[in-house]
Protein backbone atom coordinates (compact mmCIF):
# COMPACT_ATOMS: atom_id res chain seq x y z
CA UNK A 1 0.00 0.00 0.00
CA UNK A 2 2.76 2.21 1.00
CA UNK A 3 4.48 1.94 -2.33
CA UNK A 4 0.86 2.25 -4.47
CA UNK A 5 0.90 5.30 -2.21
CA UNK A 6 4.07 6.61 -2.95
CA UNK A 7 3.54 5.97 -7.04
CA UNK A 8 -0.08 7.51 -7.41
CA UNK A 9 1.94 11.32 -5.29
CA UNK A 10 4.53 10.72 -8.26
CA UNK A 11 2.04 11.08 -10.78
CA UNK A 12 -0.52 13.41 -9.08
CA UNK A 13 2.69 15.68 -8.93
CA UNK A 14 3.49 15.16 -12.18
CA UNK A 15 0.44 15.66 -13.67
CA UNK A 16 0.27 19.17 -11.45
CA UNK A 17 3.71 20.25 -13.31
CA UNK A 18 2.79 19.55 -16.19
CA UNK A 19 -0.40 21.93 -16.00
CA UNK A 20 1.21 24.67 -14.60
CA UNK A 21 3.62 23.92 -17.41
CA UNK A 22 0.70 24.72 -20.04
CA UNK A 23 -0.39 27.25 -18.16
CA UNK A 24 2.52 29.39 -18.40
CA UNK A 25 2.69 28.79 -21.77
CA UNK A 26 -0.64 29.71 -22.83
CA UNK A 27 -1.99 32.98 -23.17
CA UNK A 28 -5.06 32.99 -20.42
CA UNK A 29 -7.58 33.08 -23.13
CA UNK A 30 -10.33 30.42 -23.57
CA UNK A 31 -9.48 27.42 -26.08
CA UNK A 32 -9.02 28.56 -29.30
CA UNK A 33 -9.67 31.84 -28.96
CA UNK A 34 -7.12 34.98 -30.62
CA UNK A 35 -5.60 38.08 -29.23
CA UNK A 36 -4.72 40.12 -32.32
CA UNK A 37 -3.34 43.26 -32.82
CA UNK A 38 -5.24 45.82 -34.66
CA UNK A 39 -6.48 44.99 -37.99
CA UNK A 40 -4.71 41.57 -38.08
CA UNK A 41 -5.78 38.12 -37.43
CA UNK A 42 -2.51 36.19 -37.01
CA UNK A 43 -0.20 35.93 -34.04
CA UNK A 44 1.09 39.04 -33.77
CA UNK A 45 0.21 42.79 -33.53
CA UNK A 46 0.16 44.86 -36.69
CA UNK A 47 3.08 47.44 -36.07
CA UNK A 48 1.55 51.05 -38.03
CA UNK A 49 4.97 52.19 -38.27
CA UNK A 50 4.14 54.72 -41.07
CA UNK A 51 6.83 57.22 -42.57
CA UNK A 52 6.27 59.92 -45.38
CA UNK A 53 8.79 60.93 -47.70
CA UNK A 54 7.37 63.89 -49.13
CA UNK A 55 9.42 65.35 -52.37
CA UNK A 56 11.30 68.03 -50.10
CA UNK A 57 10.82 69.40 -46.29
CA UNK A 58 9.58 72.84 -45.23
CA UNK A 59 7.38 73.25 -48.35
CA UNK A 60 4.20 74.34 -47.51
CA UNK A 61 1.91 71.71 -49.24
CA UNK A 62 3.67 68.86 -48.03
CA UNK A 63 3.39 70.40 -44.51
CA UNK A 64 -0.11 70.45 -45.00
CA UNK A 65 -0.29 67.05 -46.45
CA UNK A 66 2.18 65.30 -43.75
CA UNK A 67 0.72 67.11 -40.68
CA UNK A 68 -2.63 65.71 -41.91
CA UNK A 69 -1.13 61.97 -42.73
CA UNK A 70 0.23 62.29 -39.42
CA UNK A 71 -3.17 62.93 -37.64
CA UNK A 72 -4.46 60.28 -39.62
CA UNK A 73 -1.64 57.31 -38.62
CA UNK A 74 -2.23 58.40 -35.13
CA UNK A 75 -5.77 58.04 -34.88
CA UNK A 76 -5.87 54.49 -35.76
CA UNK A 77 -3.02 53.82 -33.22
CA UNK A 78 -0.13 54.26 -35.90
CA UNK A 79 3.80 55.72 -35.64
CA UNK A 80 4.43 58.76 -37.97
CA UNK A 81 7.42 59.92 -38.98
CA UNK A 82 8.19 62.60 -41.76
CA UNK A 83 12.06 62.73 -43.42
CA UNK A 84 12.79 64.04 -46.42
CA UNK A 85 15.30 66.07 -48.28
CA UNK A 86 15.97 70.17 -48.23
CA UNK A 87 15.55 69.99 -52.21
CA UNK A 88 13.49 68.31 -54.60
CA UNK A 89 16.49 66.35 -56.64
CA UNK A 90 15.87 63.22 -58.66
CA UNK A 91 18.05 61.45 -56.43
CA UNK A 92 17.62 62.92 -53.32
CA UNK A 93 15.41 60.60 -51.84
CA UNK A 94 17.24 57.27 -52.21
CA UNK A 95 19.27 57.54 -48.87
CA UNK A 96 15.87 58.36 -47.26
CA UNK A 97 14.70 54.96 -48.40
CA UNK A 98 17.61 53.16 -47.76
CA UNK A 99 17.71 54.06 -44.30
CA UNK A 100 13.85 53.31 -43.85
CA UNK A 101 14.02 49.58 -45.38
CA UNK A 102 17.25 49.05 -42.87
CA UNK A 103 14.51 49.93 -39.99
CA UNK A 104 11.81 48.05 -41.27
CA UNK A 105 9.21 50.22 -41.08
CA UNK A 106 5.38 48.91 -42.23
CA UNK A 107 5.30 51.87 -44.79
CA UNK A 108 6.64 54.21 -46.90
CA UNK A 109 4.22 56.75 -48.22
CA UNK A 110 6.35 58.77 -51.00
CA UNK A 111 5.68 61.61 -53.35
CA UNK A 112 8.59 60.89 -55.78
CA UNK A 113 11.28 63.53 -56.87
CA UNK A 114 11.64 60.70 -59.95
CA UNK A 115 9.67 58.26 -62.06
CA UNK A 116 12.39 56.23 -62.19
CA UNK A 117 15.36 56.92 -59.95
CA UNK A 118 14.31 55.51 -57.05
CA UNK A 119 13.29 52.21 -58.27
CA UNK A 120 15.73 50.14 -56.95
CA UNK A 121 15.76 51.58 -53.42
CA UNK A 122 12.11 51.18 -53.52
CA UNK A 123 12.91 47.58 -54.53
CA UNK A 124 15.24 46.97 -51.80
CA UNK A 125 12.48 48.43 -49.39
CA UNK A 126 9.94 45.65 -50.56
CA UNK A 127 12.32 42.70 -50.45
CA UNK A 128 12.56 44.14 -47.05
CA UNK A 129 8.61 43.49 -45.93
CA UNK A 130 8.28 47.35 -46.12
CA UNK A 131 4.69 48.47 -48.02
CA UNK A 132 5.66 51.33 -50.83
CA UNK A 133 2.91 53.55 -51.92
CA UNK A 134 3.24 56.96 -53.31
CA UNK A 135 1.31 60.21 -53.06
CA UNK A 136 1.03 63.74 -55.07
CA UNK A 137 3.82 62.50 -57.34
CA UNK A 138 4.25 58.85 -58.51
CA UNK A 139 6.67 56.48 -59.69
CA UNK A 140 6.91 53.46 -62.77
CA UNK A 141 3.74 51.42 -61.61
CA UNK A 142 5.88 48.53 -61.00
CA UNK A 143 8.28 50.02 -58.11
CA UNK A 144 4.79 50.64 -55.72
CA UNK A 145 2.11 49.08 -54.60
CA UNK A 146 0.13 52.08 -55.42
CA UNK A 147 -0.48 55.41 -55.77
CA UNK A 148 -2.72 57.92 -53.91
CA UNK A 149 -3.60 60.53 -56.65
CA UNK A 150 -4.75 64.41 -55.75
CA UNK A 151 -7.39 63.81 -59.00
CA UNK A 152 -7.91 62.40 -62.48
CA UNK A 153 -4.82 63.72 -64.27
CA UNK A 154 -6.45 64.87 -67.23
CA UNK A 155 -9.11 66.98 -65.27
CA UNK A 156 -6.25 68.84 -63.15
CA UNK A 157 -4.61 70.12 -66.74
CA UNK A 158 -7.56 70.82 -68.79
CA UNK A 159 -8.75 72.64 -65.79
CA UNK A 160 -5.94 74.51 -65.75
CA UNK A 161 -5.88 75.48 -69.22
CA UNK A 162 -9.76 76.36 -69.46
CA UNK A 163 -8.78 78.85 -66.62
CA UNK A 164 -5.86 80.80 -68.41
CA UNK A 165 -7.62 80.50 -72.00
CA UNK A 166 -10.58 82.29 -70.10
CA UNK A 167 -9.03 84.81 -68.80
CA UNK A 168 -6.29 85.80 -71.97
CA UNK A 169 -9.77 85.60 -74.28
CA UNK A 170 -8.83 82.13 -75.77
CA UNK A 171 -5.53 83.54 -77.61
CA UNK A 172 -2.21 84.83 -76.84
CA UNK A 173 1.09 83.26 -75.64
CA UNK A 174 1.74 81.57 -72.89
CA UNK A 175 4.54 79.86 -70.88
CA UNK A 176 4.74 77.18 -67.85
CA UNK A 177 6.46 77.22 -64.43
CA UNK A 178 6.86 73.65 -63.70
CA UNK A 179 8.49 72.29 -60.49
CA UNK A 180 11.79 69.68 -61.36
CA UNK A 181 12.00 68.57 -64.61
CA UNK A 182 11.53 64.96 -63.75
CA UNK A 183 8.66 65.14 -61.45
CA UNK A 184 6.25 63.21 -62.61
CA UNK A 185 3.48 64.39 -61.64
CA UNK A 186 4.55 67.76 -62.87
CA UNK A 187 5.23 66.19 -66.39
CA UNK A 188 2.14 64.12 -66.27
CA UNK A 189 -0.42 67.39 -66.11
CA UNK A 190 2.12 69.17 -68.97
CA UNK A 191 1.58 67.03 -71.35
CA UNK A 192 -2.28 67.05 -71.21
CA UNK A 193 -1.87 70.74 -71.31
CA UNK A 194 -0.11 70.38 -74.58
CA UNK A 195 -2.78 68.15 -76.02
CA UNK A 196 -5.52 69.71 -74.80
CA UNK A 197 -4.41 73.22 -76.59
CA UNK A 198 -3.80 71.00 -79.57
CA UNK A 199 -7.20 69.98 -79.89
CA UNK A 200 -9.13 72.93 -77.46
CA UNK A 201 -7.36 76.03 -78.01
CA UNK A 202 -5.73 76.23 -81.13
CA UNK A 203 -5.43 80.33 -81.01
CA UNK A 204 -3.10 79.77 -77.70
CA UNK A 205 0.75 78.95 -78.26
CA UNK A 206 2.99 77.83 -75.46
CA UNK A 207 6.18 79.55 -75.49
CA UNK A 208 8.34 77.50 -73.14
CA UNK A 209 8.59 75.00 -70.17
CA UNK A 210 10.43 76.58 -67.26
CA UNK A 211 11.62 74.99 -64.46
CA UNK A 212 11.87 76.68 -60.88
CA UNK A 213 12.95 73.17 -58.99
CA UNK A 214 10.19 73.68 -56.19
CA UNK A 215 12.40 76.57 -54.77
CA UNK A 216 11.10 79.56 -54.00
CA UNK A 217 14.09 82.21 -55.40
CA UNK A 218 14.51 79.87 -58.64
CA UNK A 219 10.61 80.05 -59.77
CA UNK A 220 10.81 84.17 -59.08
CA UNK A 221 14.33 84.11 -61.38
CA UNK A 222 12.82 82.46 -64.18
CA UNK A 223 9.16 84.71 -63.80
CA UNK A 224 11.37 87.68 -64.21
CA UNK A 225 13.23 85.94 -66.98
CA UNK A 226 10.08 84.94 -68.68
CA UNK A 227 8.48 88.17 -68.83
CA UNK A 228 11.73 89.68 -69.73
CA UNK A 229 11.56 86.94 -72.86
CA UNK A 230 8.50 87.39 -74.36
CA UNK A 231 7.32 91.05 -73.86
CA UNK A 232 3.80 89.69 -75.47
CA UNK A 233 3.22 86.83 -73.01
CA UNK A 234 -0.23 87.26 -71.70
CA UNK A 235 -0.77 84.63 -68.85
CA UNK A 236 1.76 81.56 -66.97
CA UNK A 237 0.69 78.60 -65.24
CA UNK A 238 2.38 77.12 -62.59
CA UNK A 239 1.24 73.74 -61.59
CA UNK A 240 3.18 74.11 -58.31
CA UNK A 241 1.93 75.53 -54.95
CA UNK A 242 6.18 76.91 -54.68
CA UNK A 243 6.12 77.74 -58.13
CA UNK A 244 2.62 79.99 -58.26
CA UNK A 245 3.38 81.79 -55.39
CA UNK A 246 6.53 82.87 -56.26
CA UNK A 247 5.49 84.02 -59.83
CA UNK A 248 2.32 85.67 -57.96
CA UNK A 249 4.85 87.61 -55.78
CA UNK A 250 6.93 88.97 -58.66
CA UNK A 251 4.14 90.09 -60.66
CA UNK A 252 2.06 91.62 -57.81
CA UNK A 253 4.89 94.52 -57.56
CA UNK A 254 5.82 94.50 -60.80
CA UNK A 255 4.78 96.71 -64.26
CA UNK A 256 2.81 93.64 -65.17
CA UNK A 257 0.70 92.67 -62.69
CA UNK A 258 -3.34 93.00 -64.16
CA UNK A 259 -1.57 92.60 -67.26
CA UNK A 260 0.09 89.09 -67.40
CA UNK A 261 -2.61 86.60 -65.89
CA UNK A 262 -1.28 83.63 -63.52
CA UNK A 263 -2.87 80.33 -62.62
CA UNK A 264 -2.00 77.08 -61.15
CA UNK A 265 -2.02 74.91 -58.27
CA UNK A 266 -1.67 76.55 -55.05
CA UNK A 267 -3.05 76.59 -51.50
CA UNK A 268 -5.21 79.41 -50.02
CA UNK A 269 -2.89 80.21 -47.46
CA UNK A 270 0.19 81.54 -49.75
CA UNK A 271 -2.31 82.76 -52.48
CA UNK A 272 -4.98 84.74 -50.25
CA UNK A 273 -3.22 88.12 -50.24
CA UNK A 274 -2.24 87.53 -54.02
CA UNK A 275 -6.12 87.10 -54.78
CA UNK A 276 -6.97 90.01 -52.37
CA UNK A 277 -5.11 92.62 -54.40
CA UNK A 278 -5.37 91.06 -58.13
CA UNK A 279 -2.67 89.31 -59.49
CA UNK A 280 -4.80 86.39 -59.55
CA UNK A 281 -7.91 85.63 -60.11
CA UNK A 282 -8.29 81.84 -59.91
CA UNK A 283 -6.10 78.81 -59.31
CA UNK A 284 -6.86 75.26 -58.61
CA UNK A 285 -5.55 72.47 -56.22
CA UNK A 286 -7.09 70.04 -53.62
CA UNK A 287 -7.16 69.45 -50.29
CA UNK A 288 -3.48 68.03 -49.77
CA UNK A 289 -4.74 67.61 -45.92
CA UNK A 290 -7.27 64.89 -47.78
CA UNK A 291 -5.10 63.60 -49.93
CA UNK A 292 -2.25 62.99 -47.03
CA UNK A 293 -5.30 61.33 -44.97
CA UNK A 294 -6.41 59.07 -47.89
CA UNK A 295 -2.66 57.90 -48.12
CA UNK A 296 -2.21 56.91 -44.56
CA UNK A 297 -5.37 55.20 -44.62
CA UNK A 298 -4.14 53.26 -47.84
CA UNK A 299 -1.30 52.57 -46.17
CA UNK A 300 -2.77 50.92 -43.14
CA UNK A 301 -5.44 49.09 -45.35
CA UNK A 302 -1.56 47.71 -47.26
CA UNK A 303 0.09 46.71 -43.90
CA UNK A 304 -3.76 45.06 -42.71
CA UNK A 305 -3.59 43.12 -45.79
CA UNK A 306 -6.98 44.50 -46.79
CA UNK A 307 -5.49 45.96 -50.39
CA UNK A 308 -3.01 44.87 -52.19
CA UNK A 309 -2.67 47.72 -54.99
CA UNK A 310 -4.72 45.19 -57.61
CA UNK A 311 -7.72 46.93 -59.37
CA UNK A 312 -10.80 46.71 -58.49
CA UNK A 313 -9.91 46.59 -54.32
CA UNK A 314 -11.65 49.03 -52.36
CA UNK A 315 -10.75 50.53 -48.49
CA UNK A 316 -12.12 52.97 -46.76
CA UNK A 317 -10.52 56.44 -45.35
CA UNK A 318 -12.02 58.90 -42.45
CA UNK A 319 -11.63 62.36 -41.17
CA UNK A 320 -11.73 63.21 -44.70
CA UNK A 321 -13.67 67.01 -45.69
CA UNK A 322 -16.17 65.27 -47.89
CA UNK A 323 -18.33 62.85 -47.34
CA UNK A 324 -16.57 60.18 -48.99
CA UNK A 325 -15.12 57.41 -46.98
CA UNK A 326 -14.77 54.15 -49.54
CA UNK A 327 -12.24 54.28 -52.49
CA UNK A 328 -11.99 52.01 -55.27
CA UNK A 329 -8.57 50.98 -56.58
CA UNK A 330 -8.38 51.50 -60.56
CA UNK A 331 -6.00 50.45 -63.19
CA UNK A 332 -2.12 50.38 -62.56
CA UNK A 333 -2.62 50.46 -58.50
CA UNK A 334 -4.23 54.21 -58.81
CA UNK A 335 -6.48 55.98 -56.22
CA UNK A 336 -8.04 59.17 -57.13
CA UNK A 337 -8.91 61.77 -54.33
CA UNK A 338 -11.26 63.78 -56.40
CA UNK A 339 -11.71 66.64 -58.61
CA UNK A 340 -9.95 69.68 -58.40
CA UNK A 341 -11.54 72.53 -57.01
CA UNK A 342 -11.00 76.34 -58.06
CA UNK A 343 -10.52 79.41 -55.45
CA UNK A 344 -11.61 82.71 -56.00
CA UNK A 345 -12.08 86.34 -54.22
CA UNK A 346 -15.35 84.59 -53.01
CA UNK A 347 -14.09 81.37 -51.48
CA UNK A 348 -10.55 81.47 -50.40
CA UNK A 349 -11.71 82.57 -47.43
CA UNK A 350 -13.51 79.30 -46.48
CA UNK A 351 -10.29 77.67 -46.30
CA UNK A 352 -7.70 77.50 -44.12
CA UNK A 353 -4.43 75.49 -45.52
Known amino acids: MNSLRRRAAAVTGMSML ?33 TFLPKNLGNPYFDASDNAGKAAVESFGGTYKEVGPTEAAPDAQVTFINTLSQQGVGAIVLSANDPAALCDALAQAKEAGVHVLTFDSDVNPECREMYVAASNTELIGQKQIDIIAEEIGGSGQI ?19 KEYLASD ?20 DKTE ?39 GLGTPNDMRDFVKDGTVLEFALWNPK ?29 GLSSEVTEFTIGADGIVVLGDPFVFTADNIDDFDF
Open 201 to 220: YPDIELVEVVYGDDDDQTSY
Open 225 to 263: ALLSQYPDLKGIIAPTTVGIAAAARYLSTSEFKGQVMLT
Open 18 to 50: LAVGLAACSSGEPEGSESPGPGDSGDEAVSYDI
Open 175 to 193: AILSASANATNQNAWIEVM
Open 290 to 318: DLGILAAWAAKALIDGDITGAEGETFTAE
